[in-house]
């Protein structure tokens, strides 16, 4: 092998896993700050998140088109090549969390214009949860490492607890004081985008598993 | 270049194409029958939306495994290259779609243990445009039809406005008698369920703009 290439290749993969790294402290940060906007009942965060949110389409394309060159010119080959595929598919996840931290974003307008309805435990419980996802996710990736990557899948499983009980309570709200509906749905729809968050940290997870575990796809058991 | 390679390349990425169609025709069918299901008021489809799940995981699995062998046998280039890794984002969008089928047949179970709350209109007609966007963006992939891809795109703020209809509507329904909120809820949830669908369709016609307007990445502009 060609060993001006093959640093090359090492060079160019290491520059876009750096750049998932930067789409995912970036979708993490949107996370804290749409929770913290909720908390604290303002919407400070506001022009920084919908910046944010332009700096990942840009990076989500960033990737996708640098992964494209990679794959022309080196002919990545095994873990390299499924790393590289993997990628692709991971921008996209980060992409829909800065997406889904902008939805939340919606449900703050409304639930900040009206009295708080109760004190927020499971929500922000979530929201750690889900951020942690995030960070974990990518750190599997980075490093392959695969019981982390299993760990991210098991807490998704607390997460929809949570947004189950988030859901039941707050129906207890609707049923018994109606002027609590709106400020209950915004909360249950909240809940919602944390849970789709957590949904796309386990597809990072998942695809970080079947990266690791793939069979060399140059030597493909099926004949054909 | 090898005519040899050049036509087992053209005829692996049409296999690929065909299993793309597979599962587009699988999650249009889910969609049909979670829906079928709501309106007739029955879970008729129960086994069978479960099984086509199963197929759609696998479908999933083998066109990443197919197109990782492509991509480390064939060394495609150019638009080759960018349908292969447009197939592998692609295939999780579509099954995506059959998760979000299923997230509907379990409000559907909930809504079906009550008496009807309203007659369905906007939800049908959410359905009806959602399904027509995924069929649409698999053809614009398989043609690479610019202007399909783009209408699928407008689509989508249709579907969005009907989902915030929908949602107006039900939270007076709730406001007004709480005995219709958890009704009331499953079908907020039915339609958010819907619109995810029609965001999985935007998605796909977004990779197919960018797949076939994509610049050469043989010859990248940015110099590396």
New interface residues.
Partial sequence: MDTHHETQLDK?LRELKNKLIHMAAIAEAMIDQTIKELVNRNEQYAPEVSKEEDDLNRLQ?EI??Q???L???R?P??SD??AI?AA??IN?ELERIGDLAINITYNVHTLVQQPPLKPLIDIPRMTELARKMVNDSLQAFMTGDIELARSVILADDEVDALKDQV?REL?TY??????T??RA?AL??VS?HLERIADHAT?IAEDVI?ITQ??D??H?KTP?
């Fill in positions: 160019e394309i996708d088109e992964a494209l060159t794959l022309a010119t002919q080959v095994a090549l499924r595929v692709t598919k996209g859901l129906l609707m049923m018994a004081d109606p002027r509906t709106e749905l249950i729809l919602r597809n079947y793939g069979r796809v140059r493909p054909r």
